[in-house]
């Protein structure tokens, strides 16, 4: 259990970037029997649909092979080409299921996982010469796994070609009183009985290996908690940095809020918790702006710096909630409070013409301060 928790047992399955990477490595699920039953099978088919053709041309390059030309005979020194001719002749007899067996070849990648190329599973991996890492593989539960197939491959190729030789003995013992090429055709159609039913027991043996190999390939590429999370870190970005770089933002934007308090028109204060900076310029303004809002220490310098630039600072606690809880930096007012905030503006324009006689009066403003539901 403290293994787990520490990281070190694979418990996780692994992310798409870690498979990805495993490909990119050519580190793919592979069976081998569904490739060996994918060419043998192939070569079977092959055979059995172009049998006739093969027989004529196995037969007439025999003849030109017992048979050669007089001239050929004559001059040995003509015999080295003659045999290159006839070392041609089989390769284009042969091409046909050769292309069949190469083109079969390719299945079982298809089926596996898809064709995938990697320059670095060509390469020498000579930790693999490691005479320990040897010894796992022969006794450890891959050994195990390769035992279990090798029964099974006897057990079932066994059984198949057993049922085929049994219910042929008398196709085998009628060959003996045919003619020969009666005999041959007989005995060819027994041996393509006999491969057949050896490739379906290949083909069951690789139904059961090729899910057992994906399962096994997975397996192996499980991750434990902590790689989990280091991968998640790398990917997402580490949550120390992220909180770093979150922390620098807040502090360029109260920065930016404080730079843009001076050009304020009126700083609307709870009057100590809650500080809102308005600005409002007529012809390219539609609605006062916030500039600057916070609670607390940010309110507390957003005041400060109003007064040191001899902005006007207007108590109005209800305000100055509404306008924090609904206002945005940046952007207009909201329209329901387009009033309050006319009668403060219209108090502090009074205050810049002021040169005498009566004090203006500031204003009882009365807003409904949780009318719009909380902060957007």
């Known amino acids: 259990m403290s293994e787990n928790e520490d990281g070190g047992e694979k418990t996780e399955q692994p992310t798409e970037k870690r498979l990805r990477e495993a490909r990119e490595q050519g580190n793919t699920p592979r069976s081998r029997e569904l490739a060996t ?10 055979v059995m649909a172009s049998g006739g053709t093969l027989a004529h041309g196995a037969i007439d390059w025999m003849k030109q092979a017992l048979q050669p030309d007089l001239a050929v005979r004559q001059q040995p ?25 190469v083109l079969a070849s390719f299945l079982a990648p298809v089926v596996m996982g898809g064709l995938r190329w990697s320059a670095k599973a060509m390469t020498p991996d000579f930790t693999r010469l490691n005479p320990a890492a040897g010894l796992k593989r022969l006794y450890g539960p891959e050994a195990v796994a390769e035992f279990a197939k090798s029964l099974l491959r006897v057990v079932f190729v066994g059984t198949a070609a057993g049922i085929v030789m049994l219910g042929g003995m008398d196709t085998l013992r009628g060959l003996l009183n045919q003619p020969l090429e009666k005999a041959i055709v007989h005995g060819l159609g027994f041996t393509l009985k006999l491969l057949l039913a050896t490739a379906v027991a290949m083909l069951l043996l690789a139904a059961i290996d090729a899910p057992y190999q994906r399962w096994n390939w997975m397996r192996k590429l499980k991750m434990t908690r902590e790689e989990l999370r280091r991968e998640m870190k790398e990917s997402e970005g580490s949550p120390e940095v992220k909180g770093r770089i979150r922390q620098m933002q807040h502090q360029m934007a109260n920065r930016r809020m404080m730079e843009a308090v001076p050009g304020a028109d009126v700083v609307v204060v709870n009057p100590t918790h809650y500080a809102v ?100």
Do not use: N
Not at 83 to 94: K, S
């Open 37 to 46: 039953a994918a060419v043998f099978g192939g070569g079977v088919l092959a």
């Open 77 to 101: 020194m003509e015999m080295f080409g003659h045999v290159g001719d006839l070392f041609l002749r089989l390769l284009l007899v042969a091409a046909p299921l050769v292309l069949v067996c």
């Open 277 to 376: 900076a308005l600005k409002y310029e007529g012809g390219r303004m539609g609605a006062p702006t916030v500039v600057a809002l916070g609670v607390d220490e940010t309110a507390l310098r957003i005041r400060q710096v109003a007064d040191g630039s001899k902005v006007a600072i207007v108590s109005a606690p209800p305000l100055a909630r509404a306008l924090y809880r609904e206002g945005e930096l940046g952007k207009e007012i909201p329209v329901r409070l387009y009033s309050a905030v006319a009668q403060v503006l219209s108090y502090v324009y009074q205050l810049r013409s002021w040169r005498g006689g009566p004090m203006p009066v500031a204003p009882q403003v009365d807003v409904d301060e949780h009318a719009d539901g909380g902060r957007r």
